[in-house]
């Protein structure tokens, strides 16, 4: 299995800071990669698919890079509404894995 | 606007089966990967498998000798079965749609969730 994993695992922001989200695979995946918001008690949202791709609906402060193992995942300038959980995914092989999460709390 | 609902049990035995279903509204069963993914609590997600709405079947390994699932068409239905569960089975449930462009499968719709917990 393709292990993920996303740092930091928590991080502490205020409303306007930009703020990047770092997620590394065990092994090449491409761009085979999405990103998740998810706040406790609502369904998952996907904000970016294949790295960089912005999902119909999302604002534009969000966008995704990177290629092969290495991913960023970088919300411009933080809103109240921003402050959740988010994943990353490889769709590259299956089982699909995510990683651990990244709990983006308010400072 | 699309919409997944889970439903089924909150509470299973150890050892018994696992049954979920989700009813998709506001959208065709075709041509998506229709996806159960799980999160054990305190854990990360888990992806549990899908199903093609063609009827092809993907399953985790991990769980591939104990997981069934099964699609419902004329209900705009399908369903996750997970036998021998143990507490180790015990998550938030939740159903996907998964969309395929380019090779590139995301999961663009989900339902909110169900808990299952396997006790006794």
């Known amino acids: 299995d393709i292990q993920m994993t996303q740092s930091p695992s928590s991080l502490s922001a205020s409303v306007g800071d930009r703020v990047t989200i770092t997620c590394r695979a065990s092994?090449?995946?491409?761009?085979?990669l999405n990103w998740y918001q998810h706040k406790v008690g609502k369904a998952p949202k996907l904000l970016i698919y294949?790295?960089?791709s912005l999902q119909s609906g999302v604002p534009s402060r969000f966008s995704g890079s990177g290629s092969g193992t290495d991913f960023t995942l970088t919300i411009s300038s933080l809103q109240l509404e921003d402050f959740a959980t988010y994943y990353c995914q490889q769709i590259y092989s299956t089982p699909y894995t995510f990683g651990q999460g990244t709990k983006l709390e308010i400072k | 606007q699309v919409q997944l609902q889970e439903s089924g049990p909150g509470l299973v035995k150890p050892s018994e089966t696992l049954s979920l279903t989700c009813t998709v509204s506001?959208?065709?069963?075709?041509?998506?990967?229709w996806t159960w993914i799980r999160q054990p609590p305190g854990k990360a997600l888990e992806w549990v498998g899908y199903i093609y709405y063609g009827g092809g079947t993907s399953y985790n390994p991990s769980l591939k000798s104990r997981v069934t699932m099964s699609l419902d068409t004329s209900k705009n239905q399908f369903s996750l079965n997970l036998n021998s569960v143990t507490a180790a089975d015990t998550a938030v449930y939740y159903c996907?749609?998964?969309?395929?462009?380019?090779?590139?499968?995301?999961?663009?719709?989900w339902g909110h969730g169900t808990l299952v917990t396997v006790s006794s």
């Open positions: 506001g959208g065709s069963i075709n041509p998506y990967y």
């Open positions: 996907a749609r998964g969309k395929e462009m380019s090779r590139i499968i995301y999961f663009d719709y």
């Open positions: 092994q090449s995946v491409t761009t085979y």
């Open positions: 294949a790295a960089s």
